[in-house]
């Protein structure tokens, strides 16, 4: 049988949009952590705000933080070897890191400049930690980590369709890219698509054969859901599904945030249930 391997979001999926609780998702989460099926974060959260959540959710599998800018592996979690990988592998005490992203001191230069272009945007970068936490729902710890930045800026803007258009222009004519979940978010030439092929690559050199599924709910989750074999979404706060997540054979869940995200899981798992 092939190894189930799921990737999800978090913000406005595995987690509340508003309280950031997974409460709802726990029946799943508990199922997945018996059955030993990995469970890889891709998010457009941090690398210590993806932590944090990690202790609670008791996850040990690899991450991918900032809308795919780093992919953490935790040290000896697989047994094949990187030095084929065409990317540089950066090893520390805790992981073994893929980075895709560009550097923080650049897009903060791009904020700037987009500034000076006339267009008033706002990044975290820009915040305290006080601004933060009221913008998000956040607490000023959780806000503090938010903030710990490597790849990705998160920023806001109040602009019309033109002015959108304009900025959009404008970051891709500095060679980088910008995407929207509940920010806008500028980055480097990657996205959480090509963070999850790299990791679903590894999982093959692991396991040989492997069904990938993911779960998410906002258009920056789009690479992420092209990428594997089984894609699903959940429900917005208000009920309905972001149409620009409408794909081919794409599920949809039929609850809004965790417990939508868990209803995704229990009816992946139906599928490879043995029957009788």
């Known amino acids: 049988m ?35 099926i990995p469970l890889i974060i891709c998010s457009s959260k941090t690398r210590a705000e993806i932590e944090h959540y990690r202790m609670k959710m008791k996850n040990h599998h690899p991450f991918i933080s900032e809308n795919g800018g780093g992919v953490f592996i935790p040290k000896k979690y697989f047994t094949i070897t990187f030095s084929d990988s065409k990317f540089l592998v950066v090893q520390n005490r805790k992981y073994d890191t893929i980075t895709l992203g560009s550097p923080y001191k650049d897009l903060r230069t791009v904020i700037q400049e987009l500034r000076e272009q006339g267009l008033p945007v706002k990044g975290f970068g820009d915040m305290s930690a006080e601004e933060v936490a009221a913008l998000t729902n956040l607490s000023i710890y959780e806000a503090l980590m938010a903030k710990k930045r490597g790849f990705d800026e998160p920023f806001v803007f109040e602009g019309d369709d033109a ?106 798992l139906s599928l490879f249930r043995p029957s009788g």
């Open 2 to 36: 092939k190894k189930i391997i799921i990737f999800t979001d978090l913000d406005g999926t595995l987690l509340d949009t508003h309280t950031y609780s997974f409460s709802a998702a726990l029946p799943s989460l508990q199922l997945l952590r018996g059955k030993d």
């Open 163 to 268: 002015e959108i258009r304009r900025l959009s222009t404008f970051i891709q004519s500095k060679g980088f890219t910008v995407t929207r979940g509940r920010f806008f978010h500028i980055l480097g030439n990657y996205d959480k698509g090509m963070a999850v092929s790299i990791l679903s690559e590894l999982y093959k050199k692991q396991f040989g054969e492997i069904l990938t599924a993911a779960v998410g709910d906002s258009p920056n989750d789009l690479p992420m859901l092209q990428q594997v074999d089984m894609p699903f979404i959940v429900q917005k706060p208000d009920g309905s599904y972001d149409p620009f997540l409408d794909l081919p054979g794409i599920t949809k869940a039929d609850d809004i945030g965790p417990k939508g995200w868990n209803k995704a899981i229990e009816k992946l």
